[in-house]
């Protein structure tokens, strides 16, 4: 009798637990979320990132065109704050630029933009203390 207690309890332990595991269900990826790697994630399938289901044939964004998203950026939100230098990535999905911009007290913020255009930042500068 023991024995049989033991083991529907190991199989009831078993189920539960594979039954709060889960699994890949077929639910909706996307919504109205910007990533680090592009637009937005539409599409049905286990979970989703933002940007997986982003078209990897989109025109991509020259330095220029970077930097001039990332200017409008500053120009209406932060006031005071001048673009310093413009880095380049290359990332498997296209050109990645990360601008730095300094604020009126010297502080060193940067701002990414990924491939399509979506800018996102300020992170704070890892070279330095912020003052």
């Not at 529907?8 to 332990?13: D, E, P, V, W, Y």
């Not at 989703?48 to 409008?72: D, I, M, R, W, Y």
């Not at 913020?109 to 070279?127: Q, S, T």
Request: some cysteine.
């Amino acid at each position: 009798m023991k024995k049989l207690i033991l083991i529907s309890g190991a199989i009831m332990i078993s189920a539960a637990l594979a039954f709060a595991h889960g699994g890949y269900g077929r639910g909706y990826a996307g919504g109205q979320s910007y990533g680090m790697m592009g637009g937005q994630g539409y599409g049905y399938g286990p979970g989703g990132c933002p940007g997986q289901f982003q078209n990897g044939n989109a025109k991509q964004l020259t330095e220029e065109e970077a930097v001039k998203s990332v200017q409008e950026i500053i120009s209406k939100n932060f006031k005071g704050y001048e673009i310093v230098k413009t880095e380049k990535f290359n990332m498997p999905m296209g050109t990645m630029y990360e601008v730095e911009v300094k604020d009126a007290a010297g502080n060193e913020f940067d701002f990414h933009v990924n491939p399509w255009g979506n800018v996102m930042g300020p992170f704070v500068d890892n070279k330095g203390d912020v003052k």
